[in-house]
Nanobody, 127 residues
């Protein structure tokens, strides 16, 4: 599989905002899921949010209300992160996988086996 290329990471203070981008035009699936994951170095990634090809979002509980996942017609998916906390510090990675048209996308890592993955972008939140 090829890879995706995220951008938008950086360093902010607690309460700050960042927006990550994940272009995925390389993914030739008509129906797909794009998920955002985060991990500490050496740790297993955990799902944060996902969106299907018709724009239906899914969020994990600890980012609900602070993070917004969206996409545009250039096949770029965004993760807008507001009110960031030090515990949000991690490497953020996007993944794109084939999916059904209307089912909500999962945020579980196992659902993205064999997907296109990015290499990650660092987000650091200081207190």
């Amino acid at each position: 599989q090829g890879h995706l290329s995220e951008s938008g990471g950086g360093s902010v203070q607690s309460g700050g905002n960042l927006t990550l981008s994940c272009p995925h035009s390389v993914v030739a699936y008509e129906y797909y899921c794009v998920g955002w994951f985060r991990r500490d170095p050496g740790e297993r990634p955990e799902g944060v949010a996902a969106i299907n090809s018709v724009g239906r979002p899914t969020y994990v509980d600890n980012v609900q209300g602070r993070f917004t996942i969206s996409q545009d017609n250039t096949k770029t998916t965004y993760l807008q992160m507001t009110n960031l906390k030090p515990e949000d510090t991690a490497i953020y990675t996007c993944a794109a996988a084939i999916w059904s048209r209307t089912d909500p996308c999962p945020t579980s890592l196992s659902s993205y086996t064999g997907a296109y993955w990015g290499r990650g972008t660092q987000v650091t939140v200081s207190s």
